[in-house]
């Protein structure tokens, strides 16, 4: 599973001009999910990302999780983060799991988020053409891949 975390002030998803997720200070989660993925996978990524000390404490370091500091998060299916582009200039999805791996996976993931956090997880519509929009603070942006646990 790959994840792109940002930090933000605010952000919000809307799918044909309709809101469907909105918070203010908190992350946004871009989540992608390989077709090899596996629960270990998942319970090591929602582990680290809902600790993740990314927020700042009252001397300017980042030493708070989202938890700590009455934040939210939006997280948004995104299985480009699996694109290949090592052939031609279009990108190949081919390692990205199917809608029927992906789907309980995503859900999986969110749910173990919400218990794990113990902040509100919203969500983007799975396989929606959503529009996400951020403002991202700091800037801070963190990716990680829990086959490469750095």
Not at 12 to 18: A, D, Y
Not at 31 to 42: M, R, W
Not at 86 to 101: D, M, Q, V
């Amino acid at each position: 599973m790959k994840a792109v975390i940002q930090r933000v002030s605010h952000a919000k998803v809307e799918v044909n001009l309709e809101l469907v997720a909105e918070i203010g200070l908190g992350l946004i989660i871009l989540l992608g999910i390989h077709e090899a993925d596996d629960k270990e996978d998942l319970n090591w990524l929602t582990a680290k990302i809902s600790k993740m000390r990314i927020f700042s404490d009252e001397n300017v370091l980042m030493n708070k999780c989202v938890e700590e500091i009455g934040g939210e998060i939006i997280v948004v299916s995104q299985f480009t983060l699996y694109a290949s582009t090592k052939k031609g200039n279009r990108p190949s999805f081919i390692e990205a799991a199917r809608p029927e791996k992906a789907i309980p996976f995503y859900e999986e993931f969110c749910k173990q988020l919400r218990e794990q956090s113990k902040v509100k997880v919203k969500t983007g519509i799975f396989g929606a053409d959503m529009k996400v929009s951020l403002l991202n603070y700091g800037p801070v942006t963190i990716v990680i891949d829990s086959r490469n646990r750095e």
